[in-house]
């Protein structure tokens, strides 16, 4: 029996007598909350999209400490209503056109609930078998709607594995390049291994180097220009590594991207792919944003050449509706994860496990604990099928005004709470990215943003 | 516009038509969510807690490839049901007393639901200010419950940040604690850093340890007995740690645990952190398990010491009732963190950071993007003080048995389904471990696992 400093409570309420978690309370409670945030995304646009708090505003609400008399679930609905939703930017508001949208459906929000329902821990196979088995199939799934080579597949001994995103993925894969590397040259050799990425590619690929031990001086963002459409040139890459081999260091690890965060460039990946294997370098495939676009035909194009890559990845929360978080990996070996990243302390073992008959996701991750992501990759395709695919808003949008007014424009533009953009500086250039891709967004709401600029850049031209 | 493969695409039907996040049908589905969930729970104790399918069971069951016909939520609950409820193993039973519990409750879930409902990404403050700001107050209001130093707290310089895990939260203090130490001695003494821990330290230590590029030769798992209850002696560690500094290799991290996963085992904090500074090592506290239990007066004396150490972690998903996943990390040192761990890539400026007046905390973690975990955190308090603090069964609870005959017996429980209970070894002797704290959980049913205990030994020892 635990007890608090007595001197901070105060009287009792009836809730005290009822277990935390009483199925009868949960679905009162449960229900309550469906239709708040249900109310919620039908008032969505009533509210400015970028929050328009100042610093601070929260610590002013709130009590200054922990509160000690338990609240009703009405209560605690107004105080979110009242405290946090101004201070929220509404990343699911159709006006929301900005950073890469992280979309959602009823969908993904209902394998979600469940996944925190059952709340199960799916770190080995015997630890929840549905959630690993659930996991490899869709993962499978996923892969064949992708046209993956058989060899990133389970069904090709390869396979995926659910993360939470980009960042943890691609720390997965550069940890693994890395051993397999340092088990052939030695340890002594770490200060001198090179990754290779271009100047477009997200500051994920750097800070998993930087996290892997990777000499912060050896992260190679390989310049790209306007003439490739800002994709990575192959000669630009076989020049650098040609200089580093040189200079005695080490190519360890290529990071192409399709679809890089400031102008949607399109890494080539058969050309790249050729450069790497030259040097036995392990090339991760980085499609986080335009990944899920290539279930398309008409878009498969885009990953042509992965076959020569090692590891792919992309973002189901992105344009897959799954909601935050959803990363999905393939790898063609995952043994060279599971040697990076397992760990087999006897309070784990168990007969499936020594069997090697079952998958242990813990073995390729970060983390030992894990979530049953899975449940809503599943219940997405099985519920919404035709829905994504057919009216899918997969069209590639960006805008570009290069000049130093856009800085003005754009501040002007997120102040008015109307709609949401960031921007990107590609060649010195100031560009506002336009980002589609919310689930809500009609062309209504692409129109309207397009008038706000209109306006916006109307005023500050003519001052 | 996408489109898929026609080959595989069939009939139309109406939910073609619907928005993925139409607010009306997400009010309805979300209801029958809510109610599957309800009955789950009050009917948990009916199905086997450990799972009793065989590997692969899963892959029988399910198509080959991904369905093309969008299906009715009916028949996917009704598929969940019958396919994925009896791959469960039930981390929710009141009969699961294996590994560490990992808690849910109504107000923990209802978090969840308006983390996932908002689904905001609150990498920097300006992406959702109420998400950076809900975080920094928790977390400070969590501390002062602990009683952690001041110097831990936001108020006092420090700070909190929520994690998924405490892999995580262990592989940023080590990335920190190692980057810290090359900016005073070198990149190229990497190689000679070595990690402190005991025998009973989790192995996620190690994996963190080893992700961060510390040869895995200098990973000491210093030995511990029945003499010290399993926890780590100073007089061993410094021992070591002498024995590595005349060998030429440079201490960097203690990682010492309060509540050890094979016995509970208490490492003296005071004491330990005096041996790491005479030699500028990192100290970090894992309390994954233990922590929470030291808001309650008569064990906050198990984190006694903490002020000598550099960083301290709890997960809230044990005994916090929060829910997978939530991990509470505090530093007193903010700044070691963020020069590890920060990116400023153009696309994410704005001019709140650079202000320099927020919080950031993409700069604290492993990933970019994060969810809004504070949520379920700070609903917690507001919803269940009193039931959570008068309430809650915060002992610890653990079981030796040591002869041979244990191992056979801990399979005969867990198949008999009636209960869950994983083992250690310690000292060579094999332990059934077993540990109460499911939210469900009550007195009889600890009672009822002991009959069934019993039962099983009788049988087997009369064989």
């Known amino acids: 029996m635990g007890s608090l400093n007595s001197d901070n409570v105060t009287s009792h309420t009836s809730s005290s007598n009822i277990s935390p978690l009483d199925p009868e309370e949960f679905r009162r409670q449960g229900h309550m909350i469906i239709d708040f945030l249900a109310d919620y995304y039908r008032d969505v646009e009533k509210y400015p999209v970028l929050s328009q708090v100042e610093p601070g505003y929260l610590q002013k609400r709130l009590p200054k400490s922990t509160p000690h008399n338990p609240e009703p679930i009405e209560t605690i609905l107004q105080d979110v209503q009242e405290h946090i939703v101004p201070g929220l930017t509404h990343w699911q508001s159709p006006n929301f056109f900005a950073y890469f949208q992280c979309t959602s ?59 939470g995103t980009t960042c943890e993925a691609v720390l997965c894969t550069i940890v693994a390049a890395r051993d397999q590397m340092l088990s052939q040259i030695g340890r002594e050799n770490l200060i001198k291994f090179v990754v290779y990425a271009s100047d477009q590619t997200h500051s994920a690929i750097q800070k998993a180097a930087q996290i892997a031990g990777i000499h912060p001086m050896n992260f190679r963002a390989i310049k790209t220009s306007k003439s490739t459409s800002y994709a990575l040139s192959p000669d630009s890459l076989r020049s650098q590594v040609c200089k580093d081999v040189e200079a005695g260091l080490v190519p360890l690890f290529l990071c192409a991207t399709v679809g890089t965060t400031s102008t949607a460039a399109i890494d080539p990946l058969e050309s790249l792919c050729a450069v790497a294997k030259d040097y036995g370098m392990w090339v991760h495939v980085d499609a986080a944003y335009a990944g899920s676009a290539c279930i398309c035909p008409e878009f498969r194009h885009f990953i042509d050449g992965v ?22 990996l393939w790898v063609k070996d995952p043994s060279a994860l599971i040697k990076s990243l397992s760990t087999n302390p006897e309070y784990l073992r168990n007969k499936a496990s020594d069997s090697k008959q079952v998958v242990d996701y813990k073995d390729w991750q970060i983390t030992l604990s894990r979530r049953f992501r899975s449940l809503k990759l599943w219940i997405l395709p099985s519920a919404l099928s035709e829905t994504v695919y057919k009216n899918g808003k997969l069209d590639m949008v960006s805008e570009e005004l ?15 709470g109307c709609v949401f953009m960031t921007h990107a500086v590609v060649e010195g250039v100031y560009v506002i990215r336009f980002a589609v891709g919310a689930t809500l967004v009609e062309e209504r709401h692409v129109i309207t943003a397009w008038k706000v600029v209109q306006e916006h850049a109307n005023v500050i031209l003519s001052t």
Not at 115 to 131: C, D, K, L, M, Q
């Open 307 to 328: 076959e020569g890559a090692n590891s792919f990845s992309l973002n189901a929360h992105k344009w897959f509706l799954t909601s935050l978080d959803c990363c999905c």
């Open 105 to 163: 459906s009823i969908a993904g929000f209902l394998g979600e609930m469940l996944s925190t329902g059952f709340n199960v821990v799916g770190f080995s196979w015997i630890a929840s078998p549905a959630a690993t088995e659930l996991e490899t199939i869709v993962v499978d799934w996923l892969g064949e709607m992708l046209e993956l080579p058989k060899s990133f597949l389970f069904s090709g001994n390869g396979g995926g594995v659910l993360q």
């Open 402 to 416: 290069a000049n130093e007014a856009n800085r003005k424009l754009l501040e002007s533009i997120n102040m008015s």
